[in-house]
């Protein structure tokens, strides 16, 4: 009999159980910028020889960039070019981008890092002005346009960076860092304002 109730009541608690996003529903709205949590993602970290990029571009449904600094986006997954064989994949339509790269036999190594990262909106007229109060990288139009990713630093912590429209930029950081960043961006957006 207590082996039964021991079970239940750890069943109960499996069942109570609940992740939750970090930061989830966190929102700043300042004058000219929004800083805002973006609902969860699937997320792959991929790398590849050149040889098995075209099979891996065609499983994942959009061609993998090959220029640094550069996107692609199609159908709700983006794919940010972060090295000579590397590139974050990420999937907002939810669908699975380890699944799709599991059917292909070219040699690549994918990682499943959904959990790992949170993505941070920064949106509006004064969207990078707030960035590059922590990020040292150029974010003028003509040097990092819509579309421009890179791996680069906000403060301290390392992020992965997206233009994502004129005046709207997707920041990228592991959970672990994400309260510190969005309390940057927040601080940034506030004397952005100013």
Known sequence: ?????????????????ERRPALAGRAVSAPAVKVEILPPAERISLRAPETSVAALSKALAVTLPAKPKSSAAKGGR????????????????GNDPLADCAKVSALHSAVGISHRNVAISVAGPTA??????????????EAFPVGAASRTILGKSEIVLLRTAEDTFRV??????????????????????N
């Open 1 to 17: 009999m207590a082996k039964a109730a021991a079970k239940t009541k750890a069943a109960d608690a499996s069942a109570a159980t």
């Open 78 to 93: 983006t794919a940010l070019w972060l090295g000579p064989d590397e590139w974050l994949v990420i999937d907002d339509a």
């Open 128 to 141: 990078a002005v707030t960035v590059n109060s922590g990020c040292p990288q150029d974010l003028s139009l």
């Open 172 to 193: 990228e950081c592991w959970r672990s860092f994400s309260d510190y960043v969005f309390t940057l961006l927040s601080e940034a957006a506030s004397d952005a304002a």
